[in-house]
């Protein structure tokens, strides 16, 4: 679905309602294409105390690696990463 500024103002909430339905809201700008109105993914994650458990249960990691405090911090990502 792509709709004008104009008349995504006025629809917004019907919008917003179409883009969690799963469709396509794209909204233009003198007739080209500027922003889309996307559902936000909820991501799941690991949770490694679960995971830890599960394998001593089952028997399938002898030792579980530890993990340094910084391996959650995001800055740690972004130096691994080159990012900064």
């Known amino acids: 679905m792509e709709v004008a500024v ?7 909430s019907e919008l ?3 883009a969690q339905a799963g ?6 700008k003198n007739g080209q294409p500027t922003v889309e109105i996307v559902q936000v993914r909820r991501r799941g994650g690991i949770d ?8 001593e249960r089952f028997g399938l990691a002898e030792t579980w690696p ?3 405090a910084e ?3 995001p800055a740690f990502s972004r130096r691994v990463l080159g990012l900064e």
Do not use: G, H, M
């Open 23 to 28: 469709e396509r809201v794209i909204i233009t």
């Open 66 to 68: 530890d993990w340094p």
């Open 48 to 55: 490694f105390e679960k995971l830890r458990a599960a394998s």
């Open 16 to 18: 917003i309602a179409a």
């Open 6 to 12: 104009r008349e995504a103002k006025a629809r917004l």
């Open 71 to 73: 391996f959650d911090d």
